[in-house]
Structures are given as C-alpha cells and as structure tokens.
C-alpha cells in the first residue's frame, strides 16, 4: 500500500484555493485547504504526515513566511511554497537562500509549473520523513 501524499493550502481567497484543489485533482494527493493560518495550524495539528505545504504570502493575522516557520518548527517533514502575487521581498528571497523555503510562485501561475514544483516538494518531504523515521 503506497503512502497518502498530503498537501495543505492555505489562502484567505476562496477562488484561489478552488483553483489549487482543481489543479490538484488529477493527482493522486489528499488536499486540505484553510483560510487562515490558524485555521491551517489546526488542520496540522489533526492531520500527519502533511507533505507539502501552499501558502499564500499576505494573510490577516499572519503573513506566509510567518505560518511557514511555525509549521517547520513542529513538522519539519513539511516542505514550503509560497504562491503569491505580492512576495517580492526581501524577506522572501532571504527565506529561499537559507532554504528556509522551497520555492515561491508568483500569481497567476502556471499550473503544470505549479503541479512539478509540488512533486519535487513532495519527494523532497518523503526524503525528509525517511530521514527523521531512521534518526528514531
């Protein structure tokens, strides 16, 4: 029986995380979607192992970059991509060179781009989760 591949998106616009989950259909991965971060940290919190994970930079409460440092602290099997219209940051490129962050799509993006960079997250979070189940 091969593993469930888990992704979470988190976006606080409904149309967004429609157009993930459809873009992700055809894949054989098991979607969560969240509108808020804290919405996303609970559905993390229910929910193990989750492999990669999509978050929308500029959220209410907290930003992308935020959400996705709390989440590698308790699940470092979870690989993170920003998908965002707005990121072109400073903070954002230093989160990539210190690998704090796997990748970052500008919005609108392009969906089989999306779909490969989503597969090599994947595999990298299987890499990870063989790593931490040998450590223990």
């Known amino acids: 029986m091969s593993e469930i591949i ?3 998106c988190v976006d606080d616009e ?6 993930i989950r459809r873009q992700l259909y055809d ?8 509108l808020t971060a804290e919405e996303a940290l609970g559905i993390l919190r229910r929910v193990r192992p989750v492999h990669v994970v999509l978050s929308d930079y500029r959220m209410p409460g907290m930003n992308g970059l935020e959400f996705l440092r709390r989440v590698s602290q308790d699940r ?5 991509i920003i998908i965002s ?7 954002v490129k230093q989160a990539m060179d ?3 962050l796997f990748a970052f799509l500008s919005k609108p993006w392009n969906a089989d781009e999306m779909l490969k960079t989503v597969a090599e997250a994947v595999d990298l979070s299987l ?3 063989g ?3 040998r450590r223990r």
């Open 76 to 80: 470092p099997e979870a690989v993170g």
């Open 14 to 19: 409904l149309p967004i995380l429609n157009v």
């Open 6 to 8: 888990r992704i979470l």
């Open 131 to 133: 790593k931490i189940k």
């Open 27 to 34: 894949e054989d991965y098991e979607v969560h979607t969240a």
């Open 127 to 129: 890499a990870e989760l």
């Open 85 to 91: 219209g707005f990121a072109d940051t400073p903070e």
């Open 98 to 100: 210190q690998h704090d």
